[in-house]
């Protein structure tokens, strides 16, 4: 993962998008007003973050891209405060053109010590002149033969004209390059084949004509229209974003998979999904195999719904992300004391162990759908000594490697080892509520299965997956 991190810098993308200044009023309350049952607010301090697609613009130079911000904003205050914030943070503002027919588009959230009062809208929304309009069209022909990947982030005010759309289609046509789009109007992007789009749930049920679900039962609703949302959109790979049920990514030519989300009650983050479509877009544009690059954006949106406020995600949090600590259980003692404390907060402890050498796609998958079984998954590996026992050969990948690696899957949320040839000793530690093996095992054929059920546990064997998974 931080080896296609580190890559992000070489990743020279155009963002294409409403801009929008999201201001924060902070202050405290002791009273409530006369004229009207409403509380008084004392503002003590303003802060002005980029929004909008220029969120996205941001996050992108963060996370240590060349960006260049192609858009259309008001000759006003607001835009030159947002054009200022991002050129401090290197964003290529030259693209950025300023009409003053219009306002620029302003969020203002008044707030009493952590608690929202009021957020109030303005700006211009309507279609962009024809004048303009051109204008921006032949910035997009000079800036493209440059990018390596457009990231489209419509807000549906006006930016994203059909001619732009059609310009950029023509574009596509002649030179190919990776096109990710999060838009509330997906259907206009179907013919430029989109390489990757980013709906979120309500979107999704809106694009599929479904009713919404409650949480415990969306995943399971979007699941059985995996196909039908690709045809849909056009796109290569759609990755739905479900808020706290983390993501569900749908591929042509292969099996749906799940990120999962780290919990955060009291997030009042905003922007978290400009955040995970700007680190799918530098992973992609990188190369990353899908997966990994739904991981690395997973763990981007991870890191932004930890902040207050209109968040970001900078390159060096992301590398951080993916460097193993707590996860990574160095013995059995502190195992115990980790899984007393799933305990006592009425977690759903899930296990599973195997040999994890040359982890690949199938592997994976099968870690995302052991996760979904439950709050807490472990992950016990066999020790280099412990393989060549089971496997009769040398590892081809050492011990540390392939915690650390297993480690920097969200899906996992610890990793231990043991030498034994069965893994009877870090069950009888760990007590799982469910023990999870692939499919080409058989419960009456797992040594650890009585063991498991002795303590109330279930067994679970998941579909067989491609390769064999979970050795």
Known sequence: MKRWIAQFAQQKVIVIGELMLDVYLKGTSTRICREAPV?????????????????????LALMGAQVSYLTVTGKDHEGQIVSHLLKQAKVDTESIFY??????????????????????????????????????????????????????SDYGYGICTDRLIDTLKT??????????????????????????????????????QLTEEKNDTRVDQILSHHQRILEITGSQIVALTLDREGAVIFERDRAPYRTHAKATPDSQAAGAGDTYV??????????????????????????????????????????????????VIANREELSHQVTTYRDLGKRIIFTNGCFDNLHRSHITYLSQAKSLGDVLIVGVNNDESLRCVKGTA????????????????????VVQFGEQTADELIKVVKPDVFVKGGNYRKASLPEAKLVESFGGHVEILPYLIEVVGD
């Open 39 to 59: 509380p008084v607010v004392n503002l003590q301090s303003r802060e002005d973050v980029p929004g909008g697609a220029a969120n996205a613009a941001l996050n």
């Open 99 to 152: 009409d003053a027919s219009r306002q620029t588009l302003t969020k203002k959230r008044v707030l009493s010590g952590d608690q929202l009062i009021v957020r109030y809208d303005y700006g211009t929304t309507n279609l962009l002149s024809p004048t303009v309009e051109s204008h921006l069209i032949e910035r997009l022909k000079k800036l493209y033969s440059n990018a390596d990947a457009i990231l489209i």
């Open 171 to 208: 574009l596509q046509q002649s030179d190919k390059k990776p096109l990710i789009v999060d838009s509330k109007h997906l259907t206009r992007y179907h013919e430029l084949r989109p390489t990757a789009v980013k709906p979120n749930y309500g979107e999704a049920v809106g694009l599929l």
């Open 278 to 327: 700007s680190a799918l877009t530098l992973a992609l544009s990188s190369g990353c195999e899908t997966i990994t690059a739904a991981e690395i954006a997973a763990a981007a949106a991870n890191i932004v719904v930890r902040k207050k406020g209109t968040a970001t995600c900078s390159q060096d949090e992301l590398t951080q992300f993916f460097t193993p600590s707590s996860k």
């Open 395 to 414: 590892p081809t990948t050492a011990l540390e490697d392939r915690m650390h690696v297993l480690a920097a899957l969200d899906c996992v949320d610890h």
